[in-house]
């Protein structure tokens, strides 16, 4: 029988005073009591990395820069991911749009889920996040919406006053370690293959 599947879940803000580490902990909070996955939170601000400045594009060439393989070496650990991602300007931060242009290899065959926040639930920007990916993307997102936001942010509310955000979000937790169980194996009967 396979190991459980490690899964990453990659913040998307690296700003001073940002409310990314609400939902994250939330999530994890809530992932962390599950027995069929391990779970590990990737902040982008431990992999400080300049605007892609590589000589060729990860496609074609490893990145030369330290900070980019470290961040390559961590993302691909995992079996599968959890973007927790806000919405800049309708789309992405790019912080994360930058860090993702510094993966490749690394991100195949694995599958994706979101939590957004924000005034959509962050909905275009997942949009966004399936698009850039192309990888195996997942339905079953989770969104933070403008009322829950404000009612964090302005009326000292909490996550725990929004109990219906935790079904979605254990939703979500079961697609994503099924995929990630499922691709896993998959990835591990292609390597048989290709070794044959
Ligand atoms: C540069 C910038 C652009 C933003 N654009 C949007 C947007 O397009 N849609 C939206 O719902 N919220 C937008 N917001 C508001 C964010 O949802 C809100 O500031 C949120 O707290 C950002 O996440 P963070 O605090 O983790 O960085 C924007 C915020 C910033 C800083």
Do not use: C
């Not at 961040?71 to 599968?80: E, H, L, P």
């Amino acid at each position: 029988m396979q190991k459980r599947p490690k899964i990453g879940i990659i913040m998307s803000s690296t700003r001073p005073g940002r409310f990314a580490d609400v939902p994250t902990n939330w999530l994890f909070n809530i992932a962390k009591g599950r027995n069929d996955a391990d779970f590990e939170i990737v902040d982008l601000r431990d992999y400080p990395m300049p605007f892609f400045e590589e000589k060729a594009p990860l496609h074609a060439a490893p990145a030369q820069n330290e900070t980019a393989q470290r961040w390559g070496k961590k993302i691909a650990s995992f079996d599968g991911y959890i973007f927790v991602t806000a919405e800049y300007n309708r789309g992405i931060p790019a912080v994360l749009k930058n860090a993702l242009d510094y993966l490749y290899l690394e991100i195949q065959r694995k599958p994706a889920a979101f939590v957004g926040y924000g005034g959509t639930g962050a909905a275009r920007a997942i949009e966004q996040l399936g698009q850039i990916l192309a990888t195996a993307s997942l339905k079953f997102s989770v969104h933070i919406g403008m009322t829950e936001m404000m009612g964090m942010l302005r009326e000292g509310k909490s996550m725990a006053d929004y109990p219906y955000l935790d079904d979605f979000a254990k939703r979500m937790l079961d697609e994503i370690v099924w995929w990630s169980n499922t691709l896993k194996e998959g990835r591990s009967r292609s390597e048989v293959a290709k070794a044959a």
